[in-house]
């Protein structure tokens, strides 16, 4: 005991801190044992001394931290985010679900009296319903305007934005001076008000603006347009909004190209065309089949850029006669309830909304096998 | 030294040049001219074709300002014969001082701003938590949880957007004859405070802080709470500032949202001012352009401040996030 003691004694006199007096440590000793501080690799904690009091001078601690496989405060720390994803993620995906599928939703009660298909009936045009006035109608604005004009930006716009995009990253990846400069000038469209850009298209695009002007002609691109031709401002400003993003992406995929495959070229001394065909796209196919993904779900999604340009889904504008939206897309369908109708007509714009992640997800599944099964290289 | 491609042998190192079959008969100094030639011809189309993209590319920009300085009768080609002009013939600085009178811009301003400030303070708090759980403490059911927030970025946004509206109108903040601007702003900001790319892009930023710092960390007796704010929010920094910029850029974009849940247009966001401001001549039903492009100029510039100002980070932060707002 005594040997002990005295021994307790010696090691509380190593970990004292300078300046405490060998007194004070005997006369708060109770027998302190032997642990080196730091990490113990053996045992897998770290061991520490703390506090004033050497009664309590040594706690083993670490071991909840680092090496426990149930850590109370880690979920502390999720605590915000596990609500939050639950109240404005989950349960609206639940909850949107079950409203599409919902029989005679009520937006005021907040549920239906069964499960049906037919708000993707009425949204398909393929049975009537009954509309705010109390009259029975088809709704056929979706059929006819919003599926046509979600699949013709998607197939026009994407494509044609990741084509320029890459001769514009092949080019600007080849030049030598104000390299930098050019590429931020290629990244302005960007970082600009969605909104203030589509007018100033509109004002481009007017009938006595600066297009017509050019080319002597004297066509109604935005106010009462044809529907068609009301797609070309939208889609060339869909292309010019989305140019830099890929660009961006393209060029630092470039980047990342061993220069040996183009040395490799120059001595079988192909052409230019031929090495951006043969070496350059296939080494880059792994952006390219991102870049076409996001573009196909962006342009799936569009709404943003005929409410800059048009200022209603409709080339007759708000204050038109015409109930004909034909400018609508999908998800401009779903806004265009909700800020209007949304008392009566939720249920279809939730049916509208499940159709289109019903899209989206098949894009993404198609994705992940495209891009496990095949790389180019 | 001219000599024929039959003894080229032995040149190629020393004059650093390739040949092939096609180049058979030439010598190397006629090749080397030839190539030189090439060179210079195909940096100079370059230079043409990507300067000539640049200058559609900011050919937008460069209409906005000189449309928002030039008079009505200008812009619809009235005093110049149906011709368009490069360049204002007067130049309307009217234009600015009406818009600045006419369109409430400092109430959208101070909305905007608020909703950005709170919206990405709360972003980011969650965002630094959620990749610290995720990152560096073990805990059961983590990788359950992180995939279960990895799968919710496929689900597309506007989705939630219908049943979120439903959630803050039960919530009673949309009250179309009640609605205060506390409300409306609590509409803006919450349902935007988790980001799960965000949470994912920082954890990953996290991971590659090594290990040792932690414990060394914690041999010096400081707690997860102090390690979190004091090795590894600093050393994500960069990170940080582009989720930031981005999340600002968002809010200063957003328009749907503020568009339906504001009952109150005084309560909206620029974009929302921006569009529903009508500079429309009440005699004669004209929209005033001038005006509307000085509108949209004002809008555009705060953005292109920041751009210049951050550019590195948000190039960097869209190169990795690729997504706005």
Not at chain 2, 259 to 283: H, M, P, W
Request: hydrophobic share 50%; charged share 15%; glycine share 6%.
């Amino acid at each position: 005991m005594l040997l002990e003691k005295i021994k307790n004694l010696l090691n509380s006199k190593k970990s004292a801190p300078n300046g405490q007096s060998e007194a004070a440590v005997s006369l708060f000793d109770t027998g302190i044992p032997d642990i080196p501080q730091g990490y113990d690799q053996e045992k897998d904690v770290v061991v520490r001394l703390v506090g004033k009091k050497p009664t309590k001078s040594y706690r083993v601690s670490g071991i909840d931290d680092v090496a426990s496989k149930n850590n109370w405060k880690a979920w502390l720390y999720l605590a915000p985010v596990v609500i939050l994803v639950s109240i404005f993620l989950l349960y609206p995906l639940i909850n949107t679900i079950y409203i599409a599928f919902a029989k005679e939703y009520s937006y005021i009660k907040g549920y239906g009296t069964g499960l049906t298909l037919d708000n993707f009936g009425v949204v398909l045009g393929l049975k009537e319903y009954v509309n705010a006035s109390g009259q029975r109608a088809t709704e056929t604005n979706f059929v006819n305007f919003a599926i046509p004009n979600t699949v013709v930006i998607a197939f026009v716009t994407v494509p044609l934005s990741i084509f320029l995009a890459l001769i514009i990253a092949v080019a600007l990846n080849s030049i030598k001076w104000f390299q930098k400069f050019l590429q931020t000038v290629f990244f302005l469209p960007y970082v600009t008000n969605g909104i203030a850009i589509g007018m100033v298209f509109a004002v481009i695009f007017d009938k006595q603006g600066i297009i017509n002007n050019l080319f002597h002609t004297n066509i109604a691109w935005i106010q009462n347009a044809e529907h068609w031709t009301a797609m070309v401002p939208l889609c060339i400003y869909i292309v010019w909004n989305s140019i830099p993003f890929k660009i961006l992406i393209l060029l630092s995929g470039l980047q990342g190209v061993d220069k040996q495959y183009y040395q490799a070229a120059q001595i079988d001394s192909a052409s230019k065309g031929k090495v951006l065909l043969r070496i350059t796209v296939p080494l880059l196919s792994p952006q390219i089949l991102y870049l076409m993904i996001t573009g196909f779900i962006g342009a799936f999604k569009e709404y943003n850029s005929i409410i800059s340009i048009f200022g209603a889904p409709s080339t007759a504008g708000s204050g038109g006669a015409s109930t004909e939206k034909n400018l609508l897309t999908v998800v401009y369908y779903v806004y265009d309830i909700l800020e209007h109708d949304s008392q009566t007509m939720i249920q279809y714009a939730a049916a509208g909304a499940v159709l289109l992640f019903a899209a989206i997800l098949i894009f993404t599944l198609i994705q992940s096998k495209v891009s496990k099964s095949r790389v180019y290289y | 030294m001219a000599k024929t491609y039959n003894n080229f042998q032995g040149q190629v190192l020393n004059q650093n040049i390739t040949l092939s079959i096609k180049e058979a008969g030439k010598t190397v100094e006629t090749i080397k001219k030839a190539e030189k030639v090439t060179k210079v011809i195909s940096t100079i189309i370059t230079y043409a074709f990507i300067v000539a993209l640049a200058l559609l590319v900011i050919f937008p920009f460069y209409w906005m300002i000189i449309t928002s300085l030039k008079s009505l009768d200008e812009i619809t080609g009235m005093s110049t014969g149906g011709r368009q002009t490069y360049f204002p013939e007067i130049v309307m600085w009217s234009n600015y001082v009406y818009v600045f009178q006419k369109f409430d811009f400092s109430t959208y301003m101070v909305n905007t701003v608020v909703v950005a400030i709170f919206s990405t303070i709360g972003t980011l708090l969650t965002t630094v938590f959620a990749a610290f759980a995720f990152s560096r403490l073990r805990f059961k059911g983590r990788e359950t949880v992180f995939a279960i927030l990895l799968m919710t970025m496929m689900i597309p946004g506007e989705m939630m957007v219908l049943s979120n509206y439903i959630t803050v109108a039960s919530f009673g903040w949309i009250e179309s004859d009640s609605q205060t601007l506390l409300q409306a702003y609590a509409c803006m900001i919450v349902p935007f405070w988790v980001s799960v790319f965000y949470i994912y892009l920082l954890r990953q930023n996290f991971k590659q802080i090594p290990n040792e710092l932690y414990l060394a960390a914690k041999v010096d007796g400081k707690s997860d709470w102090n390690y979190l704010w004091k090795v590894m929010v600093p050393l994500a920094a960069p990170t940080l500032i582009s989720i930031s910029i981005l999340k600002f850029m968002g809010t200063w974009n957003s328009y749907m949202w503020p568009q339906l849940v504001c009952k109150n247009e005084a309560y909206q966001l620029i974009s929302n001012g921006l569009r529903g401001s009508s500079f429309t001549n009440a005699d004669t039903g004209i929209t005033e352009y001038g005006y509307r492009m000085a509108a949209t100029v004002l809008v555009t510039v705060p953005l292109f401040l920041l751009f210049v100002f951050f550019r590195k980070y948000i190039m960097r932060g869209v190169g990795r996030a690729g997504i706005k707002g």
